[in-house]
Each structure stands twice: as C-alpha cells, then as structure tokens.
C-alpha cells in the first residue's frame, strides 16, 4: 500500500509524493537549488576581491609560471606568509626528491588551506587569496603527480 507524503517547505506545498524515492529525490532537488543559489552569491561576492587583488594574483602565477618549488615557496612566505595560523610555521623543506617535494607540496596546501582562515578574523579578501594560493599549489601538485 503506498502512502502520500505532502512537502511544505517554507510554508508552500511543493509537491504531494507517493513514494520515499520521489519525496528523497524532491528533497535532494530543493537543497541542490539553494546550494547553487549560495554558490553563485558567493562567486559575485568573491569578484570584487578577485579584482582587488589583481596585482598579487599575477604576481603568483608569474612565479608558478617560471619559478622552481623552492622558490616559489621562498616568495609565498615572504609575501603572503600564511598570518591566520596560531604559531609562525616553518616553509616547508623542499629536498631533492620528488617524494619530499610531494610532501612540501601537501604541507604548503595545509598551510595555505582557507579552511583554515577565519574569514571574519582575517577578512574575506585574504580568505580569497589564501583560496587562489591553494589553487596555485593543487596545480603545481596535480602536474608533479602527473595528472
């Protein structure tokens, strides 16, 4: 025997649903919309500070673009040493393996990580840079790795 399930969402009735898999699919639906709704409020939000920050962002991807690890770690530290840790960290030691230049790699995409930002501590425009220096160092990872 199926049973009808009502939906109210927000004080509407969004739909009437006879099984678990439609009203589970009904739900999925409705946070999918809101996610792409958060997602698109944050992207128009975040321009402002991308262009804010032109300048330092190729700044980044010229020395992504020609420097070694080691110096493009040497340059992030000095210019954008990651301020939002409790302690000062130490740069990552780069060596002369690939594995140790893997591991420089994973520390430096911990250290620069915006989960690790509080963006209400350190404002949204580092929050937005600390992202564009993960994405930096994801990239140089994925091409070490061979991706």
């Avoid at 840079?129 to 993960?134: G, H, S, Y």
């Amino acid at each position: 025997m199926l049973k009808s399930h009502l939906i109210v969402f927000d004080g509407v009735c969004v739909c009437v649903l006879t099984r678990y898999g439609d009203m589970a699919e009904a739900i999925q639906d409705i946070r999918d919309r809101e996610q792409a709704e958060e997602d698109e409020k944050w992207m128009n939000q975040r321009k402002k500070y991308l262009d804010s920050l032109a300048g330092e962002l190729e700044e980044l991807r010229r020395h992504e673009a020609g420097d070694t690890l080691q110096e493009l770690l040497d340059f992030l530290f000095v210019a954008h040493p990651p301020v939002h840790l409790a302690s000062q960290p130490t740069k990552p030691d780069v060596g002369d393996t690939h594995n140790s230049r893997m591991r420089a790699l994973q520390k430096a995409v911990t250290l620069y990580h915006p989960d690790r930002v509080s963006r209400e501590k350190h404002g949204t425009r580092y929050f937005v840079l600390m992202e564009e220096i993960t994405k930096c160092l994801n990239r140089m990872y994925n091409i070490a790795k061979g991706l």
